[in-house]
T-cell receptor, first 111, second 117 residues
Framework: QKEVEQNSGPLSVPEGAIASLNCTYS??????FFWYRQYSGKSPELIMS????GDKEDGRFTAQLNKASQYVSLLIRDSQPSDSATYLC???????????FGAGTQVVVTP | GAVVSQHPSRVICKSGTSVKIECRSL??????MFWYRQFPKQSLMLMAT?????????EQGVEKDKFLINHASLTLSTLTVTSAHPEDSSFYIC?????????????FGPGTRLLVL
């Protein structure tokens, strides 16, 4: 059974602070990893993808991947109230592009 | 970009009727599309994988005769909820898979909110 685990939260973050979200996965053979943001009542939107160990930065977002520890994280710098959403971690584990999603971490940025 | 549309965005129907939802990739071709369902405050649940020109692959517990999927072209997949009942009321979301750098990335449509009375 392939599993992706996330802390459900809510993660309360003061405006301007760094939000740190974590995700672990069970399939050591996984090669592609994704973070999606989902606002309440909306569909998920892609934030970042990461394929290699290390950090990948895109604007205020940084994804970190450690395949040895089967761990992927997302940092949101200078958090804004508009970042309040549920963040989904997804792992691609087959050639058809099928994903295993975590349950999501709810982030609440307080002014 | 990678834009995926869904139609309709919202539908209300009577119990026993059938509802068709369309999912289109607007600026890329998608060999594979996925259909998800999401109940309030719950996580995404994959219903089926739709491959162009072949039969869909359904997840365990999803009735293939109730949720008919057709992937007629590289840009269009449809989900038909047959004989809908109130328990089928949910948020249905499709995604289209796009190949990039040797990896597949899923891009989601805006979703269809179904209410069965």
């Amino acid at each position: 059974q392939k599993e992706v685990e996330q802390n459900s939260g809510p993660l309360s973050v003061p405006e301007g602070a760094i939000a740190s979200l974590n995700c672990t996965y069970s399939d050591r053979g996984s090669q592609s990893f994704f973070w999606y943001r989902q606002y309440s009542g909306k569909s998920p939107e892609l934030i970042m993808s990461i394929y290699s160990n290390g950090d990948k930065e895109d604007g205020r977002f940084t994804a970190q991947l450690n395949k040895a520890s089967q761990y992927v994280s997302l940092l949101i710098r200078d958090s804004q109230p508009s970042d309040s959403a549920t963040y989904l971690c997804a792992v691609n584990w087959d050639s058809w592009g099928k994903f295993q999603f975590g349950a999501g971490t709810q982030v609440v940025v307080t002014p | 970009g990678a834009v995926v549309s869904q139609h309709p965005s919202r539908v209300i129907c009577k119990s026993g009727t059938s509802v068709k939802i369309e999912c289109r990739s607007l600026d890329f071709q998608a060999t594979t599309m996925f259909w998800y369902r999401q109940f309030p405050k719950q996580s995404l649940m994959l219903m089926a994988t739709s491959n162009e020109g072949s039969k869909a692959t359904y997840e365990q517990g999803v009735e293939k005769d109730k949720f008919l999927i057709n992937h007629a072209s590289l840009t269009l997949s449809t989900l038909t909820v047959t004989s809908a009942h109130p328990e089928d009321s949910s948020f249905y979301i499709c995604s289209a898979s796009r190949s990039s750098g040797g990896s597949e990335t899923q891009y989601f449509g805006p979703g269809t909110r179904l209410l069965v009375l």
